[in-house]
């Protein structure tokens, strides 16, 4: 197959972890290109399939990344993941989708772009000491920030800022966090293997950028059924998915669903990388 991997401008040659898919891609016999999602010079009809990976920047330019997406899908040309599934996934309202599906999430309240929120009144009434305040439309930690009921009042003003520019997510910040989010990678509908991340000391940002560290772990019994079971309310067939939750008492709990372009720590599990081209040439062929 010709294959593209999709990266951003400011790593035009992917991650590491998407360098080592490409090698495995080319290792066995398929034609790979990094391709950076907005460069206006590629002819994406070349492709038999376009794999999303490092876009790293489609936070920040939703719609045109969407857009760009949806001419894609409206050449003919095969996404990993489908456009539907990144439509749905882009924006974390699917967190309140899932939980009315019975799906354990971590609590989330969620603000409409330009909702009037008295921001300690809300943390009064969710009884929530401490809370985590982000974009729906994020990645990275991107605009995320912490802010506790002794706070509030002078963080209603950045509160106000956020939500001028679009939907917004409060949520408790979860003791749990200390010990660690596990991350679940599965590979088209097959699991792969688990991460456990661990915020610095002091911290509730797990991602590497904060000074967050990750290793490789064989996650509790029970766990992956657990994923799966979340991973079942998909409809759409799907490459990759990363779930990313915390073990609230016996329960995992749902932090996020990550379908776009998340690190799937490839180079963490020997396995990996020929597990995933095993699943993407399986799906190409169906």
């Given at each position: ?9 400011l790593l ?20 790979v290109?990094?391709?950076v999602?907005?460069d206006?010079?590629i002819?994406?009809?070349?492709y ?5 990976r ?6 920040k330019?939703?719609?045109e990344f969407l ?22 996934n ?32 809300l ?40 939500v ?10 979860m003791p749990?966090?200390a010990?660690?989010?596990w ?25 590497d950028?904060f ?8 996650p509790?019994?029970g ?14 067939p799907?490459?990759?998915?990363r ?11 749902l ?32």
């Amino acid at each position: 197959m010709r294959l593209g991997l999709a990266t951003y401008a400011l790593l035009p040659q992917l991650a590491i972890d998407d360098q080592l898919f490409l090698m495995t891609l080319r290792q066995r016999g398929h034609r790979v290109d990094a391709v950076v999602w907005d460069d206006t010079h590629i002819d994406w009809a070349d492709y038999d399939g376009v794999i999303i990976r490092s876009c790293w920047d489609y936070h920040k330019r939703p719609a045109e990344f969407l857009a760009w997406i949806d001419r894609l899908d409206g050449m003919g040309v095969r996404l990993w993941n489908p456009a539907p599934l990144l439509h749905w996934n882009h924006e974390k309202r699917y967190l309140i989708e899932l939980a009315a599906q019975s799906i354990p999430i971590v609590p989330t309240i969620y603000l409409e772009r330009g909702a009037l929120v008295d921001l300690a009144q809300l943390l009064r009434d969710q009884q929530w000491a401490d809370a985590v305040i982000k974009p729906a439309i994020a990645a990275t930690a991107f605009h995320t920030w912490r802010t506790n009921i002794t706070q509030a009042v002078t963080n209603q003003q950045q509160l106000a800022a956020l939500v001028a520019r679009g939907a917004v997510l409060v949520q408790p910040l979860m003791p749990e966090i200390a010990q660690g989010e596990w991350s679940l990678l599965f590979f088209g509908g097959e699991f792969s293997h688990a991460v456990l991340k661990r915020p610095a000391p002091g911290d509730f940002r797990s991602q590497d950028d904060f000074g967050g560290t990750v290793e490789l772990r064989n996650p509790p019994p029970g766990m992956v059924d657990q994923a799966q079971h979340i991973l079942s309310t998909l409809s759409s067939p799907w490459l990759y998915a990363r779930v990313d939750g915390l073990v609230v008492g016996s329960v995992f709990t749902l932090m996020e669903l990550e379908l776009i372009e998340p690190s799937l720590f490839l180079s963490a599990a020997p396995h990996a990388a020929n597990m995933l081209a095993t699943a993407l040439e399986r799906l190409s062929a169906e």
